[in-house]
């Protein structure tokens, strides 16, 4: 584990796909910029080096290369009073183009319907490494929060010397600012009356302390979902631009394939545009529909070495780990006291393996790019979490500047860790290119079932040790594969050995919500329910016993409350619980399940989770994230699961992978604690992560049947 | 290739294409109406439902050809202009959408359920919604705009006031 993992920012090895990215960066040329805004107030922050290595997540950076001053966020309050924020964040469904509002629309007293948000395009906001890692609260809603107050500060300024009046005594509300005392009272835009004044924000920024929020801290719908319920929204996929042409590519029968043979005789009487470049195979044509037969029209042959399937899956990967990665060094080792030696002493000594598939996101819109070129100069709208990063994919692959690359990003058909890429984006750049012509690719499911990446598969294995009071003395764990976010305990072990192995996967793996935390929670919240019935201790007992942290014990407690722990159970019925700390934020998940022990049924009847994440920004936009990550959740614990075999997906189709959907879905009851004294932090993925654990100790709890395995039930108990 | 003759939203419009063509496509690429959404293309999520003489139909699995001359709505037919319907107003009052992917088939089969079945139970809305897919999971939030929808729906009929 790094060192700095307790910083919240680690390095998290499992995103695999991030480490193609190209490293090249160039600056914004501010004075355009400045220009291109007009008059009005202009308020830039500038990040601190340090907080732009946590950003970026450190270690990512090259060793040796210094990190400049850069700016991270952008304000403008225009001549018509109303204020653009530019950010280089992007909304995926998350909700932080409400909640951000919010926190510009608290600091500058100002209605939210008068704020902009200026999200993820290349020219237009600044440098951000991606959306992702749950990093938008902790770090961007502070900034921007800062910038805003930066504004205020001068509107107020203005408003003084304009009036002549003791700063001190001006009020700003609704969009005004007011003299109680000469009764005078004006809006932004009158204050600047046409100038156009530049402020860089300072470090000892006063912001307006939770306590006091009267906009931040509130429920807050979506403040755009007009556009949403109307249809009206243009996602990636839904892009168009005169004269454009839709393409798609040729793929081949599997994966790590080479293209052997190509006939494209019949595809060429088509009047479509085809390339062929390497590997790489696709057309144009002006109708999609024209696409799809011209691509089908194609004779290729493609040769693979034969590919393992996931029933070899875990040996393998146990099996496989890669060549120069020494778990006792860079960082993925983390030894105190003598595991050895404690667990040689200890009361009880429980070891055991745990498991989770490859699954996949299965983002509703699938990944889509409309590509534009002029002369050299590219412009590309998609859908990813990383605008700036296939800023840099796509300068790669064309050998062109970055500062001849425009990525936009309209808000998306959301993401979950796995668009972090720019497939689509280099594809129809690609086709674009040839055709000299926009082109638009849009996946189909079975290609961004195929062609994305997965979350990783992993094989846990756990030994814990504990003496028959119930204190746990041991904690030993090996994970391979699946990552380390979350690996480490948070409950008080004395002696620890962990580690983290990384293999060379079978299957093309990345980010997803959560990141390892959810394996690693399920394997660590499992064994502590294991060794909790070692030592005849009821579950939540244990757990409090070994665990100090008052914010973890505070969700379990709240959590334990409203589910009603210790009430009496029904035949079949059984409770469970699962949580931990991730994201710098605090879960406790309580699970009531129902197993019909003639059909092997398991029914989840009801899920409490209690969470706690600092000051809340927007209750209902949290609640709904955690709704979401337990609903989502549901997937992964019981079905989800990607069959694969000698290089191909065999359960690419909606049809054959099941995600949750109305019917599975239990009561949900959500617990929020507000700590208005600790700083907000993110929420998308950290509730994730205690709901697959409370599961499978709930399903112990009803038949007495451990399993280890997610996908707990893909085909009820009795198969299991 | 045929000349395919459409009521989309109320107003005619006339198509060249293969009448294999999806209905889905069509809308998208032939008339610009991107409201409903590719999710599947096999009629697995329902973020394609669009109203077919007021019935809840997967425009991905509809071919163009069969729906000439029947009536067709799409999420962007439902509002009279500025006035949502009170399905669209009551996903945004529950907050029931996330990234939003899913909303507009969400909306057009909660349309053809009310029309079928103004009132329907919890298990009804279940049963029935069970074919779209929202994956950032706010099913829970969705079933209570349903809810709420039946009941303006209802308190709005019993004024003489539904349309």
């Known amino acids: 584990m790094s060192a700095k993992s307790n910083s919240g920012a680690p390095f998290e090895p499992e995103r695999y796909e991030l480490r193609a990215a190209a490293p090249y960066r160039f600056d914004l040329d501010r004075r355009d910029f400045f220009k291109f805004l007009g008059a009005g107030v202009i308020v830039v922050s500038v990040l601190k080096p340090v907080i732009a290595a946590q950003e970026s997540g450190g270690g990512r950076r090259r060793s040796g290369e210094s990190l400049p001053e850069e700016i991270d966020a952008w304000l403008h309050v225009g001549n018509n009073g109303r204020v653009t924020v530019y950010t280089g964040k992007v909304e995926v469904g ?9 926190a510009v629309a608290e600091e500058l007293q100002l209605p939210i319907e008068k704020i902009e948000l200026v999200m993820g395009d290349t020219q237009l906001t600044p440098f951000d490494m991606g959306t992702f890692g749950s990093r938008t609260t902790p770090t961007m809603n502070p900034q921007l929060r800062k910038v805003a107050a930066a504004a205020r500060e001068v509107l107020l300024g203005l408003a003084a010397s304009q009036w002549q009046s003791e700063r001190q005594q001006l009020r700003l509300a609704d969009g005004k600012v007011t ?29 307006i302390p939770a306590t006091n929020w009267q906009i931040a801290g509130r429920p807050q719908r979506k403040v755009d979902g007009v556009d949403f319920v109307t249809g009206r929204h243009r996602y990636p996929s839904d892009q168009k631009s005169p004269e454009m042409l839709y393409g798609k590519v040729l793929r081949p029968d599997t994966f790590n394939a080479t293209l052997t043979s190509l006939d494209t005789q019949k595809a060429e009487q088509m009047g479509v545009t085809i390339v062929h470049d390497g590997n790489f195979v696709g057309v144009a044509a002006k109708t999609s529909q024209l696409a799809d037969d011209a691509i089908a029209a194609i004779r290729a042959e493609w040769k693979s070495d034969p590919q393992i399937s996931n029933k070899e899956l875990f040996d393998y990967l146990r099996k496989d780990v890669g060549p120069g990665k020494d778990p006792s060094g860079d960082g993925d080792h983390f030894e105190t006291g003598n595991v050895d030696q404690a667990l040689t002493s200890a009361d009880h000594k429980l070891q055991a393996t745990y498991t989770v598939q490859y699954i996949a996101h299965v983002p509703l819109e699938p990944r889509a790019a409309l590509a534009k070129w002029d002369g050299d100069r590219l412009t590309v709208w998609t859908g990813t979490q990383r605008p700036f990063g296939v800023r840099g994919q796509l300068a790669e692959a064309f050998r062109i500047p970055e500062d001849h690359v425009r990525v936009l990003m309209p808000d998306m058909g959301s993401g979950y860790g796995g668009k972090h890429t720019g497939e689509t984006a280099i594809e129809a750049a690609r086709l674009a290119r040839a055709a000299k012509r926009p082109v638009k690719v849009v996946w189909t499911r ?66 997803y919500r959560a990141l390892a935390a959810t394996a690693n929670h399920f394997a660590r919240e499992s064994h502590i329910d294991e060794l909790a019935h070692a030592v005849k201790m009821d579950p939540l007992e244990f757990r409090l016993k070994n665990l100090k942290n008052e914010r973890l014990r505070a969700v379990f407690e709240a959590a334990a409350r409203q589910f009603g722990w210790g009430k009496a159970k029904t035949t079949g019925q059984g409770f469970g619980m699962g949580g931990g700390y991730e994201k710098l934020g605090n879960i406790a998940t309580f699970a009531e ?20 994440c600092g000051a809340i920004v927007n209750p209902d936009g949290l609640r709904n994230q955690i709704e979401g990550s337990n609903v989502q959740g549901l997937g992964g614990a019981l079905f989800e699961a990607i069959e694969f075999e000698n290089g191909r997906i065999l359960n690419g189709h909606l049809s054959q992978y099941r995600v949750p959907r109305f019917r599975d879905v239990p009561v949900i009851e959500t617990v929020l604690l507000d700590r208005k004294d600790i700083p907000s932090v993110g929420a998308g993925e950290c509730p994730l992560i205690g709901l697959a654990p409370a599961i499978a100790n709930a399903i112990f709890d009803a038949t007495g049947v451990r399993l280890r395995a997610l996908p707990l039930v893909p085909n009820g108990l009795k198969a299991a | 290739m045929a000349t395919i003759r459409l009521s989309v939203n109320e107003k005619p419009h006339s ?19 991107t409201g409903s959404k590719y999710g599947c293309g096999e009629g697995q999520c329902g973020a394609c439902t669009v109203l077919i003489d007021g019935k809840a139909q997967r425009s991905c699995i509809t071919r163009v050809g069969s729906v000439s001359g029947r009536q ?24 029931a959408m996330q990234c939003g992917y899913c909303t507009s088939g969400m909306i057009m089969s909660a349309v053809g359920l009310l029309r079928r079945n103004p009132a329907p139970s919890e298990k009804q809305i279940i049963d029935f919604m069970d074919g779209n897919i929202c994956r950032c999971g706010t099913y829970p939030r969705i079933v209570r705009a349903i809810q709420r929808a039946a009941k303006t729906s209802e308190s709005a009929s019993a004024k003489g006031a539904s349309r």
């Open chain 1, 94 to 102: 998350q909700n932080i183009r409400t909640s951000l509002s919010q």
């Open chain 1, 179 to 207: 003299d109680p005392k000469s009764n005078r009272s004006e809006g932004y835009a009158a204050l600047l009356k046409g100038q156009q004044i530049t402020k860089t924000i300072s470090a000892d920024q006063t912001l």
């Open chain 1, 446 to 511: 079975e290609e961004e079932f195929t062609w994305a990446y997965f979350r990783p598969a992993g094989v846990i294995d756990v030994t814990g040790g504990v003496r028959n009071d119930g204190t746990i003395t041991a904690w030993e764990c090996h994970n391979y594969n699946s990552g380390s976010a979350g690996i480490r305990p948070y409950y008080e072990i004395p002696n620890q050995r962990i580690v983290f192995h990384e293999v060379n996967s079978p299957l093309r793996q990345g980010s």
């Open chain 1, 593 to 612: 399940v129902n197993v019909d022990k003639q059909s092997g049924d398991v029914k989840i009847v009801r899920v409490v989770s209690a969470f706690e």
């Open chain 2, 15 to 33: 198509v060249e294409t293969d009448p294999q063509t999806s209905l889905l496509t069509v809308l998208r690429e032939y008339l610009d109406l």
């Open chain 2, 72 to 95: 067709i709505t799409t999420i962007e037919g439902l509002a009279h202009g500025d006035q949502l319907h009170a399905v669209q107003q009551a996903f945004l009052d529950e907050g």
